[in-house]
Nanobody
């Protein structure tokens, strides 16, 4: 069964850090581009970052310099290190896998993990 499972979310104070994980089962992440998205209440889903199978990386402007995406193919996992978190980063964070590799057509989606940035 193909599955993506996110973990690592939680409550953190402004300026704090979290590391999210996206673990794949039922398929190998190695040949996929993996994207992280977020959706805040009342807002549309937003693409945050993507890493391709050859290691190219993309970030939305609002997280550049604060978030870092990486992949460990041996662990079938992609990470999103989030530093200097702001209240506006509060959202459900979701990972997705794109077999075509262009970070724009996703075949599999996880259920998401909640990130709340608040004092």
């Amino acid at each position: 069964q193909v599955q993506l499972v996110e973990s690592g979310g939680g409550l953190v104070q402004p300026g704090g850090s979290l590391r999210l994980s996206c673990l794949a089962s039922g398929f190998s992440l190695e040949r996929y581009s993996i994207g992280w998205f977020r959706q805040a209440p009342g807002k549309e889903r937003e693409g945050v970052s993507c890493i391709t199978s050859d290691g190219s990386i993309y970030y939305v402007d609002s997280v550049k310099g604060r978030f870092t995406i990486s992949r460990d193919n041996a662990k079938n996992t992609v990470y999103l290190q989030m530093n200097s978190l702001k209240p506006e980063d509060t959202a459900v964070y979701i990972c997705a896998a794109d077999q075509a590799g262009w970070c724009n057509e996703y075949d599999y989606w996880g259920q998401g993990t909640q990130v709340t940035v608040s004092s």
